[in-house]
Protein backbone atom coordinates (compact mmCIF):
# COMPACT_ATOMS: atom_id res chain seq x y z
CA UNK A 1 0.00 0.00 0.00
CA UNK A 2 1.25 2.90 -1.15
CA UNK A 3 1.98 6.68 1.27
CA UNK A 4 -0.03 9.27 -0.15
CA UNK A 5 -0.03 10.62 3.18
CA UNK A 6 1.95 10.39 6.43
CA UNK A 7 -1.68 8.81 7.90
CA UNK A 8 -2.29 5.16 9.01
CA UNK A 9 -2.97 2.38 6.50
CA UNK A 10 -6.76 2.41 6.54
CA UNK A 11 -6.70 -0.99 8.02
CA UNK A 12 -5.35 0.23 11.29
CA UNK A 13 -7.14 2.92 11.08
CA UNK A 14 -10.39 0.62 11.24
CA UNK A 15 -8.81 -0.92 13.94
CA UNK A 16 -8.20 1.65 15.66
CA UNK A 17 -11.48 3.48 15.35
CA UNK A 18 -13.48 0.21 15.79
CA UNK A 19 -15.03 0.37 12.56
CA UNK A 20 -16.82 -3.25 11.45
CA UNK A 21 -18.89 -2.34 8.02
CA UNK A 22 -22.10 -2.27 8.46
CA UNK A 23 -24.01 -4.26 5.65
CA UNK A 24 -27.13 -1.43 6.91
CA UNK A 25 -25.29 1.50 5.89
CA UNK A 26 -23.70 0.26 2.88
CA UNK A 27 -20.59 -0.09 3.98
CA UNK A 28 -17.73 -1.96 1.22
CA UNK A 29 -14.87 0.21 1.92
CA UNK A 30 -11.61 0.51 -0.21
CA UNK A 31 -8.73 0.19 1.74
CA UNK A 32 -6.02 0.85 -1.35
CA UNK A 33 -5.00 4.45 -1.21
CA UNK A 34 -3.68 4.05 -4.88
CA UNK A 35 -7.61 2.67 -6.00
CA UNK A 36 -8.83 5.99 -4.22
CA UNK A 37 -6.32 8.48 -5.70
CA UNK A 38 -6.40 7.44 -9.01
CA UNK A 39 -10.38 7.54 -8.79
CA UNK A 40 -10.01 11.68 -7.55
CA UNK A 41 -7.35 11.89 -10.67
CA UNK A 42 -10.91 10.76 -12.59
CA UNK A 43 -12.53 13.94 -10.94
CA UNK A 44 -10.66 16.22 -12.82
CA UNK A 45 -8.74 19.16 -11.46
CA UNK A 46 -9.83 19.38 -8.29
CA UNK A 47 -7.71 22.37 -7.35
CA UNK A 48 -9.82 25.17 -8.17
CA UNK A 49 -12.54 23.08 -6.37
CA UNK A 50 -14.70 22.48 -3.75
CA UNK A 51 -15.11 18.60 -3.51
CA UNK A 52 -18.79 17.19 -1.94
CA UNK A 53 -18.12 13.86 -0.77
CA UNK A 54 -21.25 11.64 0.40
CA UNK A 55 -20.00 8.39 2.40
CA UNK A 56 -16.72 9.15 2.94
CA UNK A 57 -16.34 6.27 5.58
CA UNK A 58 -12.61 5.44 7.20
CA UNK A 59 -11.45 8.25 4.41
CA UNK A 60 -9.76 6.62 1.89
CA UNK A 61 -11.56 8.41 -0.98
CA UNK A 62 -11.00 11.42 1.20
CA UNK A 63 -7.12 11.13 1.39
CA UNK A 64 -7.40 10.66 -2.14
CA UNK A 65 -9.41 13.77 -2.62
CA UNK A 66 -7.21 15.84 -0.27
CA UNK A 67 -4.01 13.84 -1.60
CA UNK A 68 -4.81 15.08 -5.55
CA UNK A 69 -4.84 18.64 -4.51
CA UNK A 70 -8.79 19.49 -3.93
CA UNK A 71 -8.95 22.98 -2.90
CA UNK A 72 -11.50 22.16 -0.07
CA UNK A 73 -13.66 18.70 0.95
CA UNK A 74 -17.12 18.46 2.92
CA UNK A 75 -17.82 15.11 3.51
CA UNK A 76 -20.99 13.90 4.97
CA UNK A 77 -21.47 10.91 6.87
CA UNK A 78 -24.10 9.08 8.55
CA UNK A 79 -22.15 6.57 10.69
CA UNK A 80 -20.59 8.52 14.07
CA UNK A 81 -18.21 5.98 14.30
CA UNK A 82 -16.20 7.14 11.61
CA UNK A 83 -15.88 10.63 12.88
CA UNK A 84 -13.06 10.18 14.75
CA UNK A 85 -11.11 8.71 12.07
CA UNK A 86 -11.74 11.64 9.79
CA UNK A 87 -11.11 14.32 12.39
CA UNK A 88 -7.41 12.55 12.00
CA UNK A 89 -7.42 13.74 8.22
CA UNK A 90 -9.05 16.94 8.80
CA UNK A 91 -6.48 17.75 10.85
CA UNK A 92 -3.51 16.15 9.18
CA UNK A 93 -5.04 18.49 5.99
CA UNK A 94 -5.52 21.99 8.20
CA UNK A 95 -8.52 24.16 6.70
CA UNK A 96 -9.70 21.42 4.04
CA UNK A 97 -11.75 19.31 5.28
CA UNK A 98 -15.59 19.65 6.92
CA UNK A 99 -17.32 17.11 7.96
CA UNK A 100 -20.50 16.75 8.65
CA UNK A 101 -22.34 13.72 10.48
CA UNK A 102 -26.03 13.04 9.14
CA UNK A 103 -28.00 11.63 6.27
CA UNK A 104 -27.43 12.92 2.77
CA UNK A 105 -30.32 12.26 2.06
CA UNK A 106 -31.79 15.04 4.59
CA UNK A 107 -28.76 17.26 4.32
CA UNK A 108 -29.11 20.62 2.23
CA UNK A 109 -24.87 21.17 2.11
CA UNK A 110 -24.64 23.67 0.01
CA UNK A 111 -24.37 26.49 1.95
CA UNK A 112 -20.94 25.50 2.80
CA UNK A 113 -19.56 25.03 -0.46
CA UNK A 114 -18.24 27.13 -2.60
CA UNK A 115 -18.29 26.75 -6.64
CA UNK A 116 -17.28 25.27 -8.49
CA UNK A 117 -18.28 21.96 -7.30
CA UNK A 118 -17.01 18.66 -7.80
CA UNK A 119 -19.13 15.69 -6.19
CA UNK A 120 -16.97 12.54 -6.03
CA UNK A 121 -18.29 9.67 -3.89
CA UNK A 122 -17.75 6.04 -3.59
CA UNK A 123 -21.70 5.87 -2.98
CA UNK A 124 -23.76 3.67 -0.44
CA UNK A 125 -25.52 1.47 -2.91
CA UNK A 126 -28.81 1.69 -1.44
CA UNK A 127 -29.16 5.82 -1.65
CA UNK A 128 -26.62 6.08 -4.83
CA UNK A 129 -29.59 6.50 -7.69
CA UNK A 130 -31.91 8.34 -5.45
CA UNK A 131 -28.62 10.54 -5.04
CA UNK A 132 -28.07 10.99 -8.46
CA UNK A 133 -31.62 11.98 -9.89
CA UNK A 134 -31.72 14.59 -7.20
CA UNK A 135 -28.66 15.60 -8.68
CA UNK A 136 -30.10 15.51 -12.49
CA UNK A 137 -32.77 17.06 -12.31
CA UNK A 138 -32.88 20.43 -9.72
CA UNK A 139 -35.33 23.02 -10.64
CA UNK A 140 -32.67 25.54 -11.99
CA UNK A 141 -30.27 24.26 -14.72
CA UNK A 142 -26.79 24.16 -14.63
CA UNK A 143 -27.09 22.49 -11.40
CA UNK A 144 -24.63 23.49 -8.26
CA UNK A 145 -21.96 20.80 -9.59
CA UNK A 146 -19.74 20.82 -12.92
CA UNK A 147 -18.88 17.31 -12.78
CA UNK A 148 -20.19 14.23 -10.44
CA UNK A 149 -18.02 11.17 -10.22
CA UNK A 150 -19.20 8.38 -8.69
CA UNK A 151 -19.15 5.03 -7.89
CA UNK A 152 -21.93 2.70 -8.87
CA UNK A 153 -22.59 -1.12 -8.73
CA UNK A 154 -21.37 -2.17 -12.51
CA UNK A 155 -25.16 -2.93 -13.74
CA UNK A 156 -26.63 0.79 -12.57
CA UNK A 157 -23.34 2.02 -13.97
CA UNK A 158 -24.08 0.21 -17.33
CA UNK A 159 -28.02 2.10 -16.97
CA UNK A 160 -26.38 5.66 -16.91
CA UNK A 161 -24.48 5.43 -19.92
CA UNK A 162 -26.98 2.86 -22.24
CA UNK A 163 -28.04 3.48 -25.55
CA UNK A 164 -31.12 3.07 -27.17
CA UNK A 165 -32.15 -0.54 -28.13
CA UNK A 166 -30.37 -1.84 -25.45
CA UNK A 167 -31.71 -3.91 -22.01
CA UNK A 168 -30.01 -0.95 -19.68
CA UNK A 169 -31.68 1.90 -21.61
CA UNK A 170 -34.33 3.31 -19.20
CA UNK A 171 -34.87 6.63 -17.48
CA UNK A 172 -31.53 6.70 -15.36
CA UNK A 173 -29.73 6.68 -18.90
CA UNK A 174 -32.61 9.48 -20.20
CA UNK A 175 -31.90 11.72 -17.10
CA UNK A 176 -28.19 11.37 -17.08
CA UNK A 177 -27.34 11.67 -20.98
CA UNK A 178 -30.21 14.88 -21.93
CA UNK A 179 -28.41 17.21 -19.39
CA UNK A 180 -24.96 15.70 -19.14
CA UNK A 181 -21.60 14.32 -20.70
CA UNK A 182 -21.58 10.47 -19.05
CA UNK A 183 -19.42 7.71 -19.31
CA UNK A 184 -17.80 4.70 -17.22
CA UNK A 185 -14.15 5.08 -16.38
CA UNK A 186 -13.22 2.44 -13.97
CA UNK A 187 -14.21 -1.22 -13.76
CA UNK A 188 -13.82 -2.72 -10.08
CA UNK A 189 -14.02 -5.95 -9.07
CA UNK A 190 -15.80 -7.30 -5.93
CA UNK A 191 -12.23 -7.56 -3.91
CA UNK A 192 -11.46 -4.09 -4.58
CA UNK A 193 -13.68 -3.56 -1.53
CA UNK A 194 -13.08 -4.83 2.26
CA UNK A 195 -15.83 -6.88 2.51
CA UNK A 196 -16.42 -7.19 -0.95
CA UNK A 197 -19.90 -6.76 -2.47
CA UNK A 198 -21.38 -9.42 -4.15
CA UNK A 199 -21.24 -7.92 -7.54
CA UNK A 200 -18.64 -5.91 -9.50
CA UNK A 201 -18.47 -1.68 -9.57
CA UNK A 202 -17.84 0.98 -11.60
CA UNK A 203 -17.20 4.66 -11.82
CA UNK A 204 -19.18 6.91 -14.01
CA UNK A 205 -17.72 10.32 -14.74
CA UNK A 206 -20.93 12.87 -15.21
CA UNK A 207 -20.21 16.63 -16.69
CA UNK A 208 -22.81 19.01 -16.64
CA UNK A 209 -23.63 20.62 -19.80
CA UNK A 210 -24.49 24.34 -19.95
CA UNK A 211 -28.32 23.62 -20.90
CA UNK A 212 -29.77 20.45 -21.43
CA UNK A 213 -29.75 18.98 -25.12
CA UNK A 214 -32.98 19.28 -26.02
CA UNK A 215 -36.00 21.25 -23.88
CA UNK A 216 -38.08 19.85 -21.33
CA UNK A 217 -39.07 19.83 -17.44
CA UNK A 218 -37.47 17.60 -15.81
CA UNK A 219 -40.27 16.38 -13.20
CA UNK A 220 -42.52 15.82 -15.97
CA UNK A 221 -39.60 13.87 -17.87
CA UNK A 222 -38.77 11.73 -15.11
CA UNK A 223 -42.26 10.67 -14.70
CA UNK A 224 -43.15 10.20 -18.63
CA UNK A 225 -40.30 7.89 -18.60
CA UNK A 226 -40.61 6.27 -15.33
CA UNK A 227 -43.92 5.13 -16.21
CA UNK A 228 -42.89 3.64 -19.64
CA UNK A 229 -40.14 2.00 -18.86
CA UNK A 230 -41.99 0.34 -15.70
CA UNK A 231 -43.77 -1.27 -18.28
CA UNK A 232 -40.58 -1.98 -21.46
CA UNK A 233 -42.24 -5.17 -23.03
CA UNK A 234 -45.25 -2.86 -23.63
CA UNK A 235 -46.23 -1.00 -27.00
CA UNK A 236 -46.57 3.20 -25.74
CA UNK A 237 -49.95 3.30 -26.86
CA UNK A 238 -50.56 1.14 -23.71
CA UNK A 239 -48.35 2.08 -21.64
CA UNK A 240 -48.55 5.58 -21.74
CA UNK A 241 -52.73 5.25 -22.32
CA UNK A 242 -54.06 6.66 -18.86
CA UNK A 243 -51.72 9.93 -19.64
CA UNK A 244 -54.32 11.53 -22.28
CA UNK A 245 -57.43 9.50 -24.31
CA UNK A 246 -55.43 11.24 -27.22
CA UNK A 247 -52.17 9.47 -26.58
CA UNK A 248 -51.84 8.04 -30.41
CA UNK A 249 -52.24 11.16 -32.11
CA UNK A 250 -49.67 12.65 -29.27
CA UNK A 251 -47.02 9.97 -30.02
CA UNK A 252 -47.46 9.86 -33.83
CA UNK A 253 -47.33 14.22 -33.66
CA UNK A 254 -43.93 14.07 -32.39
CA UNK A 255 -42.56 11.11 -34.61
CA UNK A 256 -43.18 8.00 -32.34
CA UNK A 257 -45.11 5.15 -33.70
CA UNK A 258 -47.89 4.32 -30.96
CA UNK A 259 -46.39 0.55 -31.66
CA UNK A 260 -42.74 1.42 -30.90
CA UNK A 261 -41.60 0.11 -27.08
CA UNK A 262 -40.20 2.75 -25.27
CA UNK A 263 -36.16 1.28 -25.30
CA UNK A 264 -36.59 1.94 -29.03
CA UNK A 265 -37.28 5.73 -28.28
CA UNK A 266 -34.05 8.13 -28.21
CA UNK A 267 -33.62 11.30 -25.94
CA UNK A 268 -34.88 13.84 -28.73
CA UNK A 269 -38.40 12.25 -29.15
CA UNK A 270 -38.80 11.53 -25.31
CA UNK A 271 -38.39 15.33 -24.65
CA UNK A 272 -40.60 16.36 -27.81
CA UNK A 273 -42.94 13.67 -26.12
CA UNK A 274 -43.15 14.98 -22.53
CA UNK A 275 -43.53 19.24 -24.36
CA UNK A 276 -46.63 17.53 -26.34
CA UNK A 277 -47.78 16.28 -22.77
CA UNK A 278 -47.67 19.23 -21.20
N1 LIG B 1 -15.95 6.30 0.89
C1 LIG B 1 -15.61 5.13 1.67
C2 LIG B 1 -14.70 4.23 0.87
O1 LIG B 1 -14.63 4.43 -0.34
O2 LIG B 1 -14.08 3.34 1.47
C3 LIG B 1 -16.86 4.38 2.15
C4 LIG B 1 -17.80 3.96 1.05
S1 LIG B 1 -19.13 2.92 1.60
C5 LIG B 1 -19.58 2.15 0.09
C6 LIG B 1 -20.51 4.03 1.82
C7 LIG B 1 -20.40 5.00 2.98
O3 LIG B 1 -21.60 5.80 3.03
C8 LIG B 1 -20.29 4.38 4.35
O4 LIG B 1 -19.28 5.00 5.08
C9 LIG B 1 -21.66 4.64 5.02
O5 LIG B 1 -21.61 4.74 6.41
C10 LIG B 1 -22.06 5.94 4.36
N2 LIG B 1 -23.51 6.17 4.32
C11 LIG B 1 -24.50 5.26 4.21
N3 LIG B 1 -25.71 5.87 4.15
C12 LIG B 1 -25.46 7.20 4.22
C13 LIG B 1 -26.29 8.36 4.21
N4 LIG B 1 -27.62 8.26 4.11
N5 LIG B 1 -25.71 9.58 4.30
C14 LIG B 1 -24.35 9.69 4.40
N6 LIG B 1 -23.53 8.63 4.41
C15 LIG B 1 -24.06 7.41 4.32
Redesign the pocket.
Known amino acids: MSAIDTLPP?RQVIMDHDLTA?KS???????DLNL?AKIARAAGDLSKCDVL??????????RGLLAEGARHVLA????SR?MGALNEIAAAYPNRLSLIN??????DPLAQLTPPIRVC???????GTELLIRWLTPREWPPFWTSLTL?FQREVAQRIVAKPRSKAYGRLAILSQWRADARIVMELPPEA?SPPPKVSSAVVHLTALPQPRFPADAKKLQALTARAFQQRRKMLRASLKPLSPDMEDILTSVGIKPTQRPEEIGLEAWCALSRALD
Not at 25 to 31: K, T, V
Not at 53 to 62: K, R, S
Open positions: LKLGQNFLLTEIGPGPGGLTVEKDAGDALAIANLPYNIMF
